[in-house]
């Protein structure tokens, strides 16, 4: 079974930066298509950007913000997050898709 371990959230100011990890075992990165979701107090859960082999995919409220990448030999994920926004505060998740079970997660708080 998959586990995912998210790291690297943390409170900042509006228009800073953060970089999340996800490290995954069980798995490696390396052939998966991954993505990172994002869940607000009282919200669903919201896709925001995916990597499928050198391809990335954003959502509208992140792109030209947000950036994903991997590291195959680290078998970790990365979000690089810029330009921060106080909508942006959620706790961050990442998975395979299709979806496997979920991790702790990591908060982001975004402070106006």
């Known amino acids: 079974q998959v586990k995912f371990v998210e790291s690297g959230g943390g409170l900042v100011r509006a228009g800073g930066s953060l970089r999340l990890s996800c490290v995954a075992s069980g798995s490696s990165f390396s052939s998966q298509t991954v993505g990172w979701w994002r869940q607000a107090p009282e919200n669903e859960r919201e896709w925001g950007e995916t990597l499928r082999g050198g391809i990335t995919d954003y959502g509208d409220s992140v792109k030209g913000r947000f950036t994903i990448s991997k590291d195959n030999a680290k078998n970790t994920v990365y979000l690089q997050m810029n330009r921060l926004k106080p909508e942006d505060t959620a706790a961050y998740y990442c998975?395979?898709?299709?979806?496997?079970?979920w991790g702790q997660g990591t908060q982001v708080t975004v402070s106006s």
């Open positions: 998975n395979f898709i299709p979806l496997n079970s």
